[in-house]
């Protein structure tokens, strides 16, 4: 039986078009160069789309970066309505470490902002094979650094700020962190990890079991990991499911799917989380590819994942619940396990 056939059905159409237009996915182009074209192109195709509807606006500035490093980009979406000391979200794009830009999750980060209403802060970071680990970390912890010392002239609450990623953007978020509580950096309230990439042993049953959905199979992985890590041991910073304590995280929401390479070190990770004491919420989909709500947003499931999360955010930040979430609360069915 073919691995697509293990999916949820409405999940299966647009990964089927991805594999006829580039056999293997896109991240099976063997050359680094050619592949970051095609993203970068695809990116941007996305990026148009969303510009001619969204309602937030954004400016891009460059911040201080880890010291005798280069400045950091950095993008700042503010909703219509931006009330003063509001909660505010700083938002880490995946890529594997080596793909991706401001532009590469940009539909993301205005959904954010304009679902919660609050000021979003997304971060660039240099990529692998060029800079190893730890310029990542060290690049986003430079800039969240940056938001919350001017939490004042950006209008935001520091006392309630979440940081967001999915898959690389979850180790990074993961990652920076540990390395506020370990640095007594900013303090922040929430940290919201999508099928963050946190395990570079690729020992886990699921690691072994993703090798043709076309999305983020092992053998993307694998390569992912050597170029990240160009030799090092990794610390906790570079694979978080291996950092030697994890206590004093703040509360931290973990999803991933079935059909997800990552999806055992995950729950492992959401594992290690609660015996340290953690507050973790952990959802595991059924049929669920690697950010499979991307390829397929209109899909059933996918609108179910994002109104976990809004609903999750809401909490943690101090935000009215909204309509939707509310009503459900009422009937008993607000909660997923």
Same mark, same amino acid.
């Given at each position: 039986?073919?691995?697509?056939?293990?999916? &949820?059905?409405?999940?299966?159409?647009?990964?089927?078009?991805?594999?006829? @237009?580039?056999?293997?996915?896109?991240? =099976?182009?063997?050359?680094?160069?050619?592949?970051?074209?095609?993203?970068?192109? $695809?990116?941007?195709?996305?990026?148009?789309?969303?510009?001619?509807?969204?309602?937030?606006?954004?400016?891009?500035?460059?911040?201080?970066?880890?010291?005798?490093?280069? &400045?950091?980009?950095?993008?700042?979406?503010?909703?219509?309505?931006?009330?003063?000391?509001?909660?505010?979200?700083?938002?880490? $794009?995946?890529?594997?470490?080596?793909?991706?830009?401001?532009?590469?999750?940009?539909?993301?980060?205005?959904?954010?902002?304009?679902?919660?209403?609050?000021?979003?802060?997304?971060?660039?970071?240099?990529? =692998?094979?060029?800079?190893?680990?730890?310029?990542?970390?060290?690049?986003?912890?430079?800039?969240?650094?940056?938001?919350?010392? @001017?939490?004042?002239?950006?209008?935001?609450?520091?006392?309630?700020?979440?940081?967001?990623?999915?898959?690389?953007?979850? @180790?990074?978020?993961?990652? =920076?962190?540990?390395?506020?509580?370990?640095?007594?950096?900013?303090?922040?309230?929430?940290?919201?990890?999508?099928?963050?990439? +946190? &395990?570079?042993?690729?020992?886990?049953?699921?690691?072994?079991?993703?090798?043709?959905?076309?999305?983020?199979?092992?053998?993307?992985?694998?390569?992912?990991?050597?170029?990240?890590?160009?030799?090092?041991?990794?610390?906790?910073? =570079?694979? %978080?499911?291996?950092?030697?304590?994890?206590?004093?995280?703040?509360?931290?929401?973990?999803?991933?799917?079935?059909?997800?390479?990552?999806?055992?070190?995950?729950?492992?990770?959401?594992?290690?989380?609660?015996?340290?004491? +953690?507050?973790?919420?952990?959802?595991?989909?059924?049929?669920?590819? $690697?950010?499979?709500?991307?390829?397929?947003?209109?899909?059933?499931?996918?609108? $179910?994942?994002?109104?976990?999360?809004?609903?999750?955010?809401?909490?943690?930040?101090?935000?009215? %619940?909204?309509?939707?979430?509310? &009503?459900?609360?009422?009937?008993?069915?607000?909660?997923? +396990?």
């Amino acid at each position: 039986m073919s691995q697509l056939d293990s999916l &949820d059905p409405e999940l299966r159409a647009p990964l089927e078009e991805l594999l006829e @237009n580039y056999p293997g996915g896109v991240c =099976a182009i063997e050359d680094l160069a050619e592949r970051r074209r095609i993203d970068a192109l $695809h990116a941007a195709q996305l990026v148009e789309a969303v510009k001619a509807a969204q309602t937030c606006t954004t400016e891009e500035i460059r911040v201080p970066g880890p010291a005798g490093c280069a &400045d950091v980009p950095v993008r700042l979406y503010r909703p219509e309505r931006l009330r003063p000391d509001s909660p505010a979200v700083f938002f880490i $794009h995946g890529g594997g470490m080596c793909l991706g830009d401001l532009d590469y999750e940009h539909a993301t980060a205005v959904k954010i902002c304009e679902e919660l209403g609050v000021l979003v802060v997304s971060t660039g970071y240099r990529k =692998a094979p060029e800079h190893p680990h730890p310029a990542q970390v060290d690049d986003c912890y430079a800039a969240l650094r940056w938001m919350s010392d @001017n939490a004042m002239s950006l209008h935001f609450d520091p006392g309630r700020l979440a940081i967001f990623g999915g898959s690389a953007g979850g @180790n990074l978020a993961l990652a =920076a962190a540990l390395k506020a509580r370990d640095l007594a950096g900013p303090p922040l309230s929430y940290v919201m990890a999508l099928y963050p990439m +946190v &395990d570079h042993r690729h020992i886990t049953p699921s690691s072994h079991e993703v090798t043709e959905i076309g999305v983020w199979d092992r053998k993307t992985n694998v390569e992912a990991w050597e170029w990240f890590l160009a030799g090092q041991r990794p610390d906790g910073y =570079a694979a %978080p499911l291996h950092a030697e304590d994890l206590a004093g995280l703040p509360p931290t929401f973990i999803d991933v799917g079935t059909a997800d390479a990552f999806r055992d070190e995950d729950i492992a990770l959401a594992q290690r989380l609660l015996t340290a004491g +953690v507050s973790t919420e952990l959802h595991v989909y059924p049929g669920v590819y $690697h950010a499979a709500e991307h390829y397929a947003p209109d899909a059933e499931v996918a609108r $179910h994942m994002w109104t976990v999360r809004f609903r999750a955010l809401r909490r943690a930040l101090g935000l009215q %619940p909204a309509p939707a979430d509310a &009503d459900a609360d009422a009937d008993g069915n607000g909660h997923d +396990v």
